[in-house]
């Protein structure tokens, strides 16, 4: 923000003069920071805003083709049973998990790969960014036929080895969700890595020579230089896992080829609008759905950021 | 300060939020594959099974035959079952993008039926056929007295059992009249041969919806007057049933949790277990994905509930419906009532596809008696099988809860109660509460 304010005081010598009208809006300290946002500002009202905007009339209606009806708050009761708390929690259990090991592993990770004493680090780099870059639908199939109820499965046949008997993972709530958790980590360790990567470049060199020269071992660096240096990427990382958590939905869906998994154990909050918003066509009780996602992830990062002391910061 | 912060945070969660969404949307766009036959006017196809889209490629090449001045360009797109009528859905919902002619599911029939229905009522080319066709196929896909599709098959349920391991076990299929024969049976071959009698579908419906509809009277998870009914004391036997075959080891969960299943496939195919119950339109895919049974398999009655009991149920579906996007309204419909309505067509569906055509006027037509692909694998007497059950084929009751019962059936009636064999009434009754 300061770099921005200072380049736009230091005006250029070009003559503001009248008739140059059109050219004088980029150098009007007044208009030009407005027009510079107004890309985004429309993009957001039409693609977010707006959506956001129906999607919240659409709660509190019953929408069909050709008829639609105001019937108040009815789409929300009827939230309240147990396949929505189902999927709620199958949600909250996934990104729970989900946290636990796509904060701290990709950090290690991080640490090794800044590391002078790495060899081959552009080639660890790219291999663990890869699975990011392919496609859930691909990696989904892949990993239905690694963790398939058949005993020449991938994994049937490893775990065969060790003596184990073949069994249906995707069959129990349990080791569902293992495979579920296996295939994020996979997914989705590169791109925390990188992000991580992007933070330790900008820790200054010194903090560490004058800690190392005041007698610091390797853990104490870490836990006195680098964690807390790296404080605001970690609650990047934080906040967007939490959404890309509450937010899976495709995993699940390609996991078991369909919406529809055994007892319900691969539904998620998503899922479960799919289902009611798109396949059984009631868009109103769909975007009541939506609009629940919407508060919880809501609520859960306002008390995570406060939790971070976000907020102090700027107060003070 | 705080409060633009919070605003900030909205601002970015919703952001997230959305961009997550849409993301998913534009992955579960998987593959398709476009045909497209014949030279004309443009008419676009959905389906969601290869075998109908074959079907489709040979009546339009008829048709254009038969009407050198009303050719037809068929685009025919086949798409993976829950794409298809998600993406129909929404293509109606929104009023753009849907094809000519559809394949709806019949458990999926009854959304595109809610509000005022974006299809087009096909009752002027149903209307001069309906004394020889099958009312209760057209009951299925109707609102207000106005048809709105039309099916390939009475789907009438049988049983197909493999001969070669029941006379290992010395049981002679005749003989099993009803279910308590057919248990009696399942333990012989057990005994004897270390089979499974059977399987049960615990991510799909076609083995609990048979043997409910089967039931004497209007008794269905949906009753006459149009209310849910799965706690139905008859219906909860019928889980407990099924239950106990899976006790007693008479059947096992299908491999791949569905009779549609490329595990299960290669399960039967080796002789896994000495039968199924499915609807007669199962035929096909015997003969396409278990060419081992080949002469193996016959097909009887289904067992009654009592001796005298009805011994079949009109089981699925596919309504083929015209869109009101369609460009071509009257071709369409013209073309879609010579493919599934005509004389012609429904011999074809028999011959082709091996379903049980709505026409009940065929059924006794020489064609019928022909050799062809099902007769080579099941033998000649497919027919005298569903002559003499004609009169016990009960129906099904279809309404816009049908969608949901299906889901709770696919996702936690059958796979608690059959899997993880927690009680039946106390499953069934807690479904029922949730749909209600």
């Not at chain 1, 919880?296 to 102090?312: A, E, N, P, R």
Request: net charge negative.
């Amino acid at each position: 923000m300061a770099g921005s304010e200072i380049s736009l005081k230091n005006k250029p010598e070009y003559p503001s003069k009248q008739g140059r009208g059109f050219k004088n809006i980029f150098y009007s300290q007044k208009i030009a920071p407005y027009l510079f946002v107004l890309p985004f500002i429309f993009s957001f009202a039409i693609f977010f805003a707006y959506p956001v905007y129906s999607t919240i009339v659409m709660s509190f209606q019953e929408v069909l083709p050709g008829q639609v009806t105001f019937i108040g708050f009815e789409n929300y009761k009827n939230l309240w049973n147990p396949t929505f708390l189902k999927a709620i929690w199958n949600s909250t259990v996934y990104t729970a998990l989900t946290l636990l090991v796509l904060i701290p592993f990709p950090l290690l990770l991080a640490v090794f790969l800044n590391s002078k004493l790495m060899i081959a680090k552009n080639l660890f780099r790219s291999i663990t960014f890869i699975p990011a870059l392919t496609s859930v639908v691909v990696a989904g199939i892949i990993f239905r036929l690694i963790f398939g109820s058949q005993e020449g499965a991938l994994l049937n046949s490893i775990v065969g080895v060790f003596g184990m008997e073949p069994k249906a993972w995707l069959n129990h709530a349990g080791t569902s969700m293992f495979a579920l958790v296996i295939l994020a980590t996979w997914r989705w360790m590169g791109v925390n890595l990188l992000y991580y990567l992007a933070g330790l470049q900008n820790i200054p060199k010194e903090l560490y020579e004058s800690a190392e020269i005041d007698g610091a071992s390797t853990i104490q660096k870490f836990f006195y230089i680098t964690v807390p240096l790296l404080k605001p990427i970690i609650i990047y990382v934080f906040t967007i896992s939490i959404y890309g958590g509450y937010s899976m939905f495709a995993e699940s869906y390609m996991l078991y080829g369909s919406n529809r998994s055994p007892n319900d154990i691969g539904l998620t909050i998503v899922g479960y609008l799919y289902r009611n918003g798109i396949e059984q066509n009631n868009l109103g009780l769909g975007s009541a759905i939506g609009i629940t996602l919407l508060l919880i992830t809501f609520v859960i990062t306002i008390i995570q950021l406060k939790f971070f002391g976000m907020f102090k910061r700027e107060d003070s | 300060m705080k409060k633009r912060n919070l605003f900030l945070v909205l601002v970015f969660v919703v952001c997230i939020v959305f961009s997550g969404c849409s993301n998913n949307k534009g992955s579960s766009n998987s593959s398709n594959n476009t045909t497209s036959v014949g030279e004309g006017t443009e008419i676009e196809l959905w389906t969601f099974n290869e075998l109908h889209g074959k079907y489709y490629e040979s009546m339009v090449k008829k048709w254009n035959e038969l009407h050198q001045d009303k050719k037809i360009k068929l685009v025919i797109s086949v798409l993976p079952y829950d794409d298809l009528h998600n993406k129909l859905l929404v293509a109606l919902q929104s009023g753009k993008g849907a094809p000519d002619i559809s394949d709806i599911e019949i458990s999926k029939f009854a959304n595109f039926l809610k509000g005022k229905p974006q299809l087009l009522p096909l009752n002027d080319v149903v209307d001069p056929e309906k004394s020889n066709v099958v009312q209760s196929r057209l009951d299925i896909y109707s609102k207000d007295g106005k048809v709105y599709g039309i099916d390939f098959h009475v789907g009438a349920s049988v049983i197909y059992y493999n001969k070669e391991i029941l006379d290992k076990a010395g049981v002679n299929p005749d003989d099993i009249k009803t279910w308590e024969d057919y248990k009696k049976a399942g333990k012989q071959v057990l005994e004897k041969t270390g089979v499974p009698m059977t399987t049960l579908e615990t991510s799909d419906q076609w083995s609990i919806w048979p043997q409910v509809a089967q039931l004497e009277g209007p008794v269905d998870f949906i009753d006459e007057n149009g209310e849910v009914n799965l706690s139905d004391p008859q219906i909860v036997n019928v889980l407990k049933y099924e239950q106990d075959l899976i006790n007693e080891g008479i059947a096992v969960a299908a491999p791949g949790n569905g009779h549609h299943k490329e595990e299960y496939y290669g399960f039967m195919n080796n002789g896994g277990a000495a039968s199924v119950w499915m609807p007669m339109w199962y035929m096909g895919r015997f003969v396409d994905y278990m060419p081992d049974l080949k002469g193996k398999i016959v097909i009887k009655p289904m067992p009654a509930w009592k001796e005298g009991s009805p011994r079949s149920a009109g089981m699925g579906g596919t309504g083929t419906a015209v869109t009101n996007q369609s460009k071509h309204p009257e071709l369409a419909k013209e073309f879609l009532a010579y493919a599934k309505l005509s004389k012609e067509g429904n011999i074809e569906i028999w011959k082709q596809l091996g379903f049980d055509p709505i026409r009940s006027d065929v059924w006794d037509s020489p064609e019928l008696r022909e050799a062809n692909k099902f007769t080579e694998y099941f033998g000649d007497n497919i027919f005298d099988v569903l002559l003499e059950i004609k009169d016990e084929i009960e129906g099904v009751h279809i309404t816009e809860k049908t969608p949901q019962i299906s889901d709770a059936l696919k996702t936690t009636i059958l796979y608690r109660t059959l899997v993880e064999k927690e009680d039946p009434e106390k499953v069934l009754k807690e479904a029922e509460k949730e749909i209600k």
